[in-house]
């Protein structure tokens, strides 16, 4: 019998001590064009993020014209005064960048990310693209075509369909917020090359927009590189627009939008309120997190793993729009999938788990284990640099102070269970919700109505 040789095992790896970690602090400039910009050294991000936020948004298009602020979003990587859209599509490749750009409530945003080597170039794109854009009849065609095929998608899509319905009887029909973010297919269809122009014209400068700057800076002049690219970009100063109140109606009631033989009820329940700005956000972002953030929440535990109604139910507080004034809101939302034989009794036993809360609370536990998910496990959430830029891109969108992020992190270590407990139950009061239902009404309408949270409709799903 042979004999194995001796192995010789290299010593077990030990964990080194815990270093403390903030969020990011940027530092703030501005060129001489009047563009805001913020930058932030990440050692060894050798990939960089760069996010421009334009004043541009979704309450400023023209009546009738819905998704015009997302077509001019998209038309901006489709050529320049120098670029065909195929040249410009062949440099940024080149570069070995990727370019995005998206509407929404806020304004507009173009998301860049690329190497550091190639970042002088791909700026001077990006440069390119919002001080000279081609806006081409035939790609802005191509574009509302596009968007116009995307539409019946996103209504065959139970989630997206719950989200147009709830805003739909949120808001007042006056409000942007009551419409699509993309526009509909009455309004895009509308849309051509001159209104995109208007409206790039009336919304984009550089006296109103801000740039992002995230990534391992080393041996980069970058207030250089930003004067000879995003620098040459000219303007007129903007002018201030009046931001009126968001203001909803959350009177309790449950909205079914008819889909005969589905056999999962897609369900979205929500309501309005504090935004970032006020005293309770911390609060709420804990509460909300131990009633439905993750897997151990209360929703989760009660509908996933007592009942096994769902896959999964979670709670969350989505920004729409920000302001110091406190005219500024937030979604405050439930949403996940039921079976359709089961629809009643889940949202009935959702129900009990709101009123159990108000009337009992959360536990020390349960605020313990959310503040080590939200804030222990905040290093790894930033490790990229287009993670740090999101977010400081989010503080500016949202008038919110440099250090926000990191204060943030503080006041949900220092928030208590009580008040955690009073933020969420407040955030979701069991007579203040509005209820949408994706699903067979015939086979739901009546188990939901027996429930009694408020009165029951149902609209078609086209």
């Known amino acids: 019998m042979t004999e194995l040789a001796a192995m010789d095992f290299h010593p077990q790896p030990r964990a080194g001590e815990a270093r403390p970690w903030a969020f990011p602090a940027p530092e703030r400039g501005t060129l001489d064009n009047g563009l805001t910009v913020l930058h932030c050294h990440r050692p060894g991000q050798q990939v960089v993020a760069v996010e421009v936020i334009l004043d541009a948004p979704l309450d400023a298009e023209p009546t009738g014209l819905d998704g015009v602020a997302t077509i001019m979003a998209r038309a901006f990587s489709e050529g320049t005064d120098k670029h065909s859209a195929e040249d410009f599509a062949a440099e940024l490749e080149r570069c070995g960048a990727t370019l995005d750009a998206h509407a929404d409530h806020p304004g507009v945003r173009l998301s860049l990310e690329v190497p550091v080597s190639r970042l ?37 899509n139970p989630s997206r369909r719950a989200a147009k319905e709830l805003s739909k009887e949120l808001f007042p029909a006056s409000v942007r917020m009551s419409r699509p973010r993309q526009g509909t297919a009455d309004t895009v269809e509308k849309i051509d090359s001159a209104a995109v122009r208007a409206f790039y014209e009336k919304h984009v400068r550089p006296a109103t927009a801000t740039a992002v700057v995230v990534g391992d800076l080393t041996g980069v002049d970058l207030e250089a590189l930003l004067g000879d690219t995003l620098g040459a970009w000219t303007g007129s100063a903007g002018q201030p627009r009046p931001v009126p109140p968001v203001t909803a109606d959350d009177t309790g009631r449950v909205v079914i939008v008819d889909r005969p033989g ?24 804990l509460g909300t997190y131990c009633l ?14 007592e009942k096994g109604y769902t896959y999964g139910v979670r709670a969350f507080g989505q920004v729409l729009r920000s302001a110091p004034d406190g005219s500024g809101a937030a979604m405050l939302a439930i949403s996940g999938s039921i079976d359709t034989p089961n629809t009643g009794p889940a949202l009935e036993d959702l129900w009990k788990v709101l009123r159990t809360l108000a009337e009992g609370g959360l536990t020390d536990a349960e605020r313990d284990v959310a503040v080590q998910n939200l804030v222990g496990v905040a290093p790894l959430k930033y490790e990229t640099a287009a993670a740090v830029a999101g977010t400081l ?29 009073a933020a ?11 209820t949408v239902l994706v699903g067979d009404a015939a086979a739901i309408k009546a188990p939901v109505e027996a429930l009694g949270i408020g009165e029951v409709k149902v609209v078609s799903a086209e």
């Open 424 to 434: 969420v139950v407040s955030a979701f009061p069991v007579d203040r919700l509005v």
């Open 262 to 285: 589905a056999v999962q009820t897609q369900l979205l329940i929500g309501r309005i309120g504090a935004d970032r700005h006020a005293r309770v956000w911390p609060a709420q972002v």
């Open 120 to 156: 002088a170039k791909a700026l001077g794109l990006v440069a390119d693209a919002l001080r000279a854009p081609a806006f081409a009849d035939s790609e802005i065609e191509r574009l509302v075509r596009n968007r116009l095929d995307e539409i019946p998608h996103e209504l065959a």
């Open 292 to 305: 439905g953030g993750t897997l151990t929440s209360r929703l989760d535990r009660v509908l996933r793993e």
């Open 393 to 421: 891109a989010d503080q500016v969108e949202q008038h919110l102070p440099d250090d926000y992020q990191a204060t943030l992190y503080q006041q949900l270590a220092a928030t208590g269970t009580v008040e955690a407990t």
